[in-house]
C-alpha cells in the first residue's frame, strides 16, 4: 500500500500543479501576465522551466487555471443567489454577499480576473465569461425594479456595475490579515448599497 509519496512526480522539489498555480498567480498579479515570462516563474519558484512544464503546457494554462478558479466561484455563487427564496433584491443581495465570500476565499484569483484586458484568447474568454455574469446581475436589478424594490430611475445595467465595482474595488485594499473579515465586509457592502437602492415608496419611506 502506497505511503501518498507516489502521485508526486519523481525528482521534482515538492511543488504540485496547486502550489504552482498559487505562486505563478502572485507572480502574475506583481508583475502583470504579460510582463511574467517563464524564465521569471522558474525563478521564483526555485526551479527549472522544464519542471514547470511537467506540470502545465505554459503560461496560457496557469493563467485559464487561475481565471476559472475566479470565475467559477463567481457562477456558483450567481446559482446560489438564483435558487434563494424571496424577490428578486433579496436575491440580489444575496449575490452581493456570496461574491464578497468568493473575493475574500480567492482574492488573489479575483484579483488577476480584474486586471484581465483581452490581449489573448485565455483572456479574451475571461472577458466574455465576465459579462455572462454581468448580464444575470443586471436581470436580477432589473427584475428587481420591476417589482418595485429599487428605484425605476437609474438604467440597471449602470445599477449592476456600480453595485459590482463596489464589490470589486475590495481586491484593492483588502488583505487578510485585516480585522474585517468576509462576513464583515458583506454586511457593510450590503448596508451601502441597499440602503442606497431600496425604492423608499416600497419601504413606506
Not at 39 to 51: C, E
Not at 197 to 202: G, H, K, S
Request: proline share 3%.
Amino acid at each position: 500500500m502506497g505511503d501518498g509519496r507516489a502521485t508526486r512526480r519523481r525528482g521534482r522539489p515538492g511543488y504540485d500543479r496547486e502550489r504552482l498555480l498559487a505562486v505563478a498567480v502572485t507572480v502574475f498579479n506583481e508583475r502583470g501576465y504579460d510582463g511574467t515570462s517563464m524564465d521569471d516563474l522558474a525563478r521564483r519558484l526555485g526551479i527549472s522551466k522544464s519542471a514547470i512544464y511537467h506540470h502545465v503546457t505554459g503560461k496560457d494554462e496557469l493563467l485559464q487555471l487561475a481565471v476559472d478558479r475566479a470565475l467559477d466561484g463567481l457562477f456558483a455563487a450567481a446559482e446560489e443567489a438564483a435558487a434563494a427564496p424571496g424577490r428578486a433584491i433579496d436575491r440580489l443581495e444575496h449575490l452581493v454577499r456570496a461574491s464578497v465570500a468568493v473575493l475574500v476565499e480567492r482574492l488573489p484569483f479575483v484579483t488577476l480576473l480584474l486586471r484581465v484586458r483581452g490581449n489573448t484568447a485565455v483572456e479574451k474568454r475571461a472577458l466574455a465569461r465576465r459579462r455572462e455574469f454581468d448580464r444575470l446581475v443586471s436581470g436580477l436589478v432589473a427584475q428587481a425594479e420591476a417589482e418595485g424594490d429599487i428605484r425605476p430611475d437609474i438604467d440597471p445595467a449602470i445599477t449592476a456595475r456600480l453595485l459590482f465595482g463596489l464589490v470589486n474595488s475590495l481586491v484593492e485594499w483588502y488583505r487578510p490579515r485585516g480585522r474585517a473579515g468576509g462576513a464583515q465586509l458583506a454586511d457593510a457592502i450590503s448596508k451601502v448599497a441597499f440602503d442606497g437602492l431600496r425604492n423608499p415608496r416600497a419601504t413606506g419611506g
